[in-house]
């Protein structure tokens, strides 16, 4: 049962175009979300996150968009850079968690994002 | 200095086989996890663990087992290996149980043969 979908597995951009990485959730009690990003034999980083309570979050090239009807968010990140070629990771939670399961972040599958120069 | 750091990164080991992989955090985080990527590369949480209360994932077979001596500490103990554990193991901590930016580790690559 995947809550969270990432549903393109690789994405090809070209240097300093705008890279856009898609995903969906399904479950609607999801209320923050999180991008992470994966270089090869690295644990993920943080990149940005979003409140439902937002539509949108902004941090230097990189800006995350959420559709809560939609159940829908994306990562825009622009202008692209070699340096952002790597897997990029959707995560949501309930931030009001209070207990009854192993919680933490529920992961989508990632998107390995390609920069060509 | 490695805000959270696991080892070993590598471990190959025989079916039917104990290991153990140790993770510890400096970030003063109350909260750590481990979570495992499988060959299908989704990362699926197996354990928390928040003041001293585990809470375990309940697809988690019992074979294996988080055993915290402290805070700053959550080592992953998986007895009777299967080939199906072969994997790559993220230990991460945050600040507050499931919510907010968690902070992993660089992995540990367990082969089982």
């Known amino acids: 049962d995947q809550q969270v979908k990432q549903n393109s597995p690789s994405l090809s951009v070209q240097e300093g175009r705008i890279s856009i990485l898609n995903c969906d959730y399904t479950?609607?009690?999801?209320?923050?979300f999180l991008w992470y990003k994966k270089y090869p034999a690295e644990g993920p980083t943080f990149l940005i996150s979003?409140?439902?309570?937002?539509d949108k979050n902004e941090d230097g090239r990189f800006t995350v968009f959420l559709n809560k009807s939609a159940k829908h968010l994306s990562l825009h990140i622009v202008p692209s850079q070699p340096g952002d070629s790597a897997v990029y990771f959707c995560?949501?939670?309930?931030?009001?968690?209070?207990?009854?399961?192993?919680?933490?972040?529920?992961f989508g599958k990632g998107t390995h994002l390609i920069i060509q120069p | 200095d490695t805000a959270v750091s696991q080892t070993p990164k590598y471990l190959v080991t025989q079916m039917g086989n104990d290991k153990s992989i140790k993770c510890e955090q400096n970030l003063g985080h109350d909260t750590m996890y481990w979570y495992k990527q499988d060959s299908k590369k989704f990362l699926k949480i197996m354990f928390s663990?928040?003041?001293?209360?585990?809470?375990i994932n309940e697809t988690v077979p019992n074979r294996f087992s988080p055993k915290s001596p402290d805070k700053a500490h959550l080592n992953l103990h998986i007895n009777s290996l299967e080939l199906g554990d072969s994997a790559v193991y993220f230990c991460a901590s945050s600040r507050k149980l499931a919510f907010g930016e968690l902070f992993f580790g660089e992995g540990s690559r367990l082969t089982v043969l």
């Open positions: 663990y928040n003041n001293k209360e585990l809470i």
């Open positions: 979003i409140s439902s309570i937002k």
């Open positions: 995560a949501a939670s309930v931030s009001s968690y209070s207990g009854g399961g192993a919680d933490g972040l529920t």
């Open positions: 479950n609607s009690m999801f209320d923050y």
